[in-house]
């Protein structure tokens, strides 16, 4: 049964399994293992790019496409529960019709782009995509009797899922709405990110593979190839989309740079590097080691530095502030030692 759960799709290594098993748990018990508000925050971001990530793995390991649309896509989403939930009120109907009508405008704008872009170079279609996401980021950020503009805009959601409903306790720990909020998230997660194990282990992830790997010969054999870039396209950005309405449900509050910055895109984009192309497992593991480092890698520097408070120099490299010099530097070297990502390097290693 587990093996149909996950598609067929094995770790195929004993400590990618481990590994596995570890975040799995650790986010299934978050609240009660990692009390306090900044451990579930982090969870739940986890949880939320662990999809983002791997439905951009479906167009870049999978497929082959380099976008840099992925957090227009997010945006849409996220967007989607916003304005549903301010226009039509507090309820578990906005946040449906703002989930699915932003997986359903995201897949027709990805699919216009797709249309309209992907007939030409790998390169051409990703300036394409990062100019369209660009004027996106621009008009929400000028349409502000509608968006909120730069300031973005909070609304209510319903109040079984806000901190102030509360249910008593379990093992010491007070069970109130934010907790239900989380699990949510954490279920919902889980099973679009089981959705998309079983898409690229289906005979429609087997062809995105042969068009990766040589897409004229995939054309000679008989497959439309920009059919099926475009689908996978549509699929990646509803997937992307979906993410983003349950960041909105979490956090209450969408803007431009929580949703839509470049910086998220960039985010993507290493932690796909990180875990490891061509593998949805690899956005579990990039997704995981890089929010966490984002969150606490700071801290332990702080510590660190405090630490060596006597040593010369030491304490000034670890100066907390240089946290993010730190954290390219472990980019660089998890490049430099995994080429291949963590789940690439650990599976051929078995």
Request: with cysteine.
């Amino acid at each position: 049964m587990l093996t149909n759960l996950i598609s067929g799709d094995r770790p195929r290594s004993l400590i990618l399994t481990g590994l596995l098993l570890a975040i799995l748990l650790g986010l299934a018990l978050a609240p009660f293992l990692f009390p306090g508000v900044r451990s579930l925050e982090t969870a739940a971001r986890i949880c939320i790019f662990i999809v983002l990530v791997a439905s951009y793995d479906l167009l870049l390991g999978y497929s082959g496409i380099v976008s840099f649309a992925h957090t227009m896509f997010f945006g849409l989403g996220a967007y989607g529960v916003a304005l549903a939930s301010t226009h039509m009120g507090r309820g578990y109907d906005a946040l449906v019709v703002g989930a699915v009508l932003g997986a359903i405008a995201s897949a027709l704008l990805a699919l216009l782009i797709g249309l309209f872009s992907l007939r030409v170079r790998a390169i051409f279609f990703a300036m394409i995509t990062l100019a369209v996401a660009s004027a996106v980021a621009v008009l929400v950020s000028q349409l502000s009797g509608l968006t909120g503009g730069e300031d973005g805009l909070n609304y209510s959601i319903p109040r079984e899922l806000t901190p102030a409903f509360k249910l008593g306790s379990l093992f010491g720990v007070s069970i109130t709405g934010k907790i239900l909020n989380y699990y949510l998230v954490f279920f919902a997660s889980l099973a679009l990110f089981l959705v998309l194990l079983r898409v690229v282990n289906s005979p429609f992830g087997r062809v995105l593979q042969a068009i990766r790997e040589n897409d004229f010969r995939a054309e000679a054999i008989g497959y439309r190839v920009v059919f099926y870039r475009t689908l996978a396209t549509c699929l990646s950005a509803a997937m992307a989309a979906l993410a983003g309405s349950l960041f909105a449900i979490w956090l209450r509050y969408v803007g431009p740079d929580t949703t839509l910055s470049f910086e998220i895109m960039l985010d993507i984009l290493l932690m796909v590097v990180i875990g490891g192309m061509g593998t949805m497992y690899g956005a579990v593991i990039g997704a995981t080691i890089f929010v966490l480092a984002q969150n606490y890698l700071q801290n332990l520097m702080g510590v660190a530095s405090g630490a060596t408070e006597g040593l010369p120099l030491v304490p000034q490299l670890l100066d907390p502030d240089r946290w993010l010099l730190w954290l390219g530097v472990l980019f660089i070297l998890s490049v430099y030692f995994f080429p291949t990502g963590i789940v690439g390097r650990l599976r051929s290693e078995d």
